[in-house]
Every structure is written in structure tokens, then in C-alpha cells.
């Protein structure tokens, strides 16, 4: 039995062992829709990164606020 060329497995030469050939055009696919489904995540986790570091700045801003608010309230 030949190997065609866009079957993806075939049956060893002279063996029982069922051998799996890759196609380029479609590991080349795959390995580009991973790379982009990775990209996508590690653009939305950065994303969510800094929306979560400016919220955590901002409340750290109202408690610094509040915090000088009390001392100026205690000198006057």
C-alpha cells in the first residue's frame, strides 16, 4: 500500500504498526490557529491585568484620600 500524499496515517512497510504521516498544509494550520488562539488569551489576560491594577490604584487613591482628609481634620 502507497502513501498518498494528503492521507494523514497509513500502514508501515512490511509491519503491523499503523504510522500516522503529518500533512504540511495541515500542521501549518494548526500550529497558526493555536498561535493565534494564544495570542488572543494572552492579549485578554493582559487586558484584564491592567483593568484589575488601575482599579486597585484608584481604591488605593480613595483610601489615600480619606487618610489625609483624617490627619487634616485632626491639625484643624
Known amino acids: 500500500m502507497t502513501a498518498n500524499v494528503d492521507s494523514t496515517c497509513r500502514f508501515a512497510k512490511n509491519r503491523r504498526v499503523y504510522e500516522c504521516v503529518f500533512n504540511s498544509d495541515v500542521c ?20 484584564r491585568y491592567f483593568s484589575w ?18 490627619l487634616e481634620g485632626e491639625r484643624g
Open 28 to 47: 501549518n494550520a494548526a500550529i497558526s490557529t493555536l498561535l493565534v488562539i494564544f495570542i488572543c488569551i494572552g492579549i485578554g489576560a493582559a487586558l
Open 53 to 70: 491594577r488601575k482599579k486597585q490604584a484608584s481604591e488605593l487613591n480613595r483610601r489615600l484620600d480619606r487618610v489625609i482628609e483624617l
